[in-house]
């Protein structure tokens, strides 16, 4: 199967920055993809990235190095609606989306 | 709104009971997915159809029977459950099953199993 890490939980105050990693061991790589999700709603596409490099959109930003296995999610400027989970999910060789485990991100006033 | 409808939004059933999920979407993707959520875990797939036509059981239990009459609609049928079925079921849909378009998720159904 595939191996998909990211940190359980992770606090920061509203304004601040926050990344967000997540490590993955894949049997080929098709992409990878961070959703939102908050409380009881629905999963939120957020971004994705096939290529090495800086994806940046508005406030979130996030990052990939195929090599490393590795990629961010960065969040700036921190709102309290930002507070959600946040889902790192990654397409293998074969096009089969595994998820990670998710981190919840707690803004604080 | 995401384009992916389920009902119901909560349901509570016994281990004997027979209920069923519904996931419509407005999307006119040809990929629909049924996902369990449980907490701290990740979330993981159970079936996927393609064009009506299933292409994975991620060896799912049959007590779990999944139904896809047409691209925008899928059911979930639910019968002689245990406790730890008890999660937060999830539809997805896509443009097309492997392709590189994201999945857009359904708010879910909360499962509870008494």
Redesign the interface.
């Given at each position: 199967g595939q191996n998909?890490d990211q940190p359980?939980e992770m606090t920061a105050t509203e304004g601040a920055i926050v990344q967000i990693n997540c490590t993955y061991q894949t049997s080929g790589f098709?992409?990878l993809?961070w959703?939102q999700q908050h409380a009881?709603?629905?999963?939120?596409?957020l971004s994705?990235n096939?290529l090495d490099g800086l994806e940046e959109k508005g406030r979130f930003s996030s990052f990939l190095s195929r090599s490393k296995g590795y990629s961010y999610l960065l969040l700036k400027e921190l709102q309290m609606k930002d507070s959600a989970s946040y889902?790192c999910?990654v397409r293998d060789g074969?096009?089969?989306?595994?998820?990670?485990?998710?981190t919840t991100v707690t803004v604080r006033a | 709104e995401?384009g992916?409808t389920q009902t119901p939004r909560h349901l509570v059933m016994g281990m004997t009971n027979k209920k069923s999920l519904k996931c419509e979407q407005h999307l006119g993707h040809n990929a629909m997915y049924w996902y369990k959520q449980s907490a701290?875990?990740?979330?993981e797939?159970m079936f996927v159809y393609n064009f009506k036509e299933q292409t994975e059981n991620n060896s799912v239990p049959s007590r779990f029977s999944p139904e896809c009459p047409n691209s925008s609609h899928l059911f979930l049928h639910l019968h002689t459950l245990q406790p730890e079925d008890s999660a937060l079921y999830?539809c997805a849909s896509s443009q097309d099953?492997?392709?590189?378009g994201?999945?857009?998720?359904?708010?879910?159904s909360r499962l509870t199993v008494l």
């Open positions: 998909i359980t098709n992409g993809f959703y009881g709603e629905a999963p939120t596409f994705y096939v889902l999910a074969d096009y089969k989306l595994s998820f990670g485990a998710g | 995401t992916v701290k875990k990740p979330l797939l999830l099953q492997g392709g590189a994201e999945l857009f998720f359904g708010e879910g």
